[in-house]
C-alpha cells in the first residue's frame, strides 16, 4: 500500500461517498492507494489540540505495519504531535490485537461508542512519541 498525502479533499469525498456519511472536522486526511494506484483506505485526523491527534482509519484489508508506521512518521515527524490516539471496536478482535502489536497501549473504554449494544463498545489505544517503537521507526 502507498500512502497518499496533499489529496486532503479528494480524499475525505471518498471516505464520505463510501461509507454512506460526511465526514465531521477533519484535519487531515491520508489516502492508502493499492500497487495499481487506486484510492482503497483512508487514514483521516481528528481533534488536534497541539499534541494528541486521533486517527480514524477506512478501507478493510488495507492496513498493514508499514501504513500505520508512515503515518506515524507524519503525525510525529510533519505535525509535531506528541501523542496518537484511535478508537477500535472492541468485536474487532484482528485489529485489537494489531494495534497492540504495534506498540499502542490500551488507556480504555468508551461504551456504546459505535452503538446502543454492550458489543458496541471502542477500545482506546495511544502512543507516544517517546515510546520505544516510535523512536524505532522514526
Not at 64 to 88: E, N, P, Q, Y
Not at 97 to 106: D, E, I, P, T, Y
Amino acid at each position: 500500500m502507498i500512502l497518499m498525502f496533499n489529496q486532503d479533499q479528494a480524499v475525505a469525498d471518498w471516505v464520505s461517498k463510501k461509507w454512506g456519511k460526511p465526514l465531521q472536522s477533519w484535519y487531515y486526511a491520508v489516502g492508502i492507494l493499492n500497487k495499481e494506484g487506486v484510492l482503497r483506505g483512508a487514514a483521516t485526523f481528528h481533534n488536534f489540540n497541539g499534541n494528541n491527534i486521533e486517527l480514524c482509519y477506512y478501507g478493510p484489508k488495507t492496513i498493514s505495519k508499514d501504513v500505520v508506521f508512515g503515518l506515524c512518521r507524519f503525525i510525529f515527524d510533519h505535525l509535531k504531535a506528541t501523542r496518537l490516539t484511535i478508537s477500535v471496536p472492541r468485536k474487532n478482535k484482528i485489529l485489537t490485537k494489531s494495534v497492540r502489536k504495534m506498540g499502542f497501549k490500551v488507556e480504555g473504554v468508551l461504551r456504546h461508542f459505535y452503538g446502543p449494544y454492550n458489543r458496541d463498545e471502542a477500545i482506546i489505544f495511544g502512543v507516544l512519541s517517546t515510546d520505544s517503537i516510535v523512536k524505532r521507526i522514526l
